[in-house]
């Protein structure tokens, strides 16, 4: 069973153009430290302020100062040198997926980030929708290669990441539960609707059942914000 109320691992779009150096002749970016320092927020917003593997967002991670600049191709080998400083290379990310990639790139595929097989999906020219899905507990659930690697290796399904993917479906569900209940009890209370008191009630109790859950899903999520 999976959720379609909410948007897992959502399409993203790099912006046009990103901020360069126009004061040096030839190679117009930023270094990498530079930019990270005064720029970073254009490659945050680019990424839904999530992180791109496993698509938290930054404020249940701890905040935008914990998030990294992660080289999507890394650098340190030779045949991605050359971007080390090229913005449309960055992804925003969390400390813990970030350290666990490191600077592994498995693919045997002369161009593509994966071969079918091994390697990462780039959220900006692939739909990871295809590859990832969510259940209804939270649990993530890899629909085709190289998901299986991903997940493996960057620890998606570890209790943290579950626990965020379960708060976000209930509050999901709490949202539109909510926005449906004001409409009905707003109807009664103009002598329209056609809840009796028994049922308004009741209505009420599934509310607080939602809400507890919530509560029960903050509870460990505080104990284990390290993740």
């Known amino acids: 069973m999976t959720t379609s109320m909410i948007e897992f691992f959502a399409p993203l779009k790099r912006r046009a153009a990103y901020t360069v150096n126009r004061t040096k002749k030839g190679d117009k970016f930023y270094s990498y430290e530079y ?21 938290s967002h930054e404020m ?5 100062e914990s998030m990294e ?25 969390c400390g813990r997926c970030n350290r666990l990639k ?6 045997t595929h002369e161009t593509e980030p994966h071969d079918g097989t091994v390697g990462f999906v780039d ?14 507990d939270g649990t ?28 976000r479906i209930l509050r999901a569900e709490l949202s539109a539960y909510t926005e449906t209940m004001h409409l009905k009890i707003k109807a009664v209370a103009a002598g329209e609707g056609s809840l009796t008191a028994e049922q308004v ?9 939602y809400q507890q859950l919530l509560e029960l899903c903050d509870a460990p ?6 993740h």
Do not use: M
Request: glycine residues 4%; contains cysteine.
């Open 69 to 93: 600049l992660d080289h999507f191709r890394p650098w340190s080998r030779p045949e991605f040198a050359h971007l080390k400083n090229d913005p449309a290379n960055f992804h925003h990310a």
């Open 201 to 209: 009630a009741a209505e009420w109790l599934k509310f607080r059942e």
């Open 140 to 167: 993530l659930v890899c629909k085709k290669h190289p998901a299986t690697y991903i997940a493996k290796l960057l620890q998606l399904d570890r209790p943290f990441l579950k626990l965020l993917r379960l708060r």
């Open 60 to 64: 249940h991670v701890g905040g935008r």
């Open 221 to 226: 999520l505080d104990s284990q914000r390290g």
């Open 102 to 107: 490191g600077a592994a790139w498995p693919s």
């Open 123 to 136: 959220p900006f020219t692939d739909d990871r929708r295809q590859y990832f899905d969510v259940r209804a």
């Open 35 to 55: 930019f990270r320092e005064h720029f970073r927020d254009e490659i945050a917003e680019d990424c839904a302020c999530r992180c791109v593997y496993c698509d």
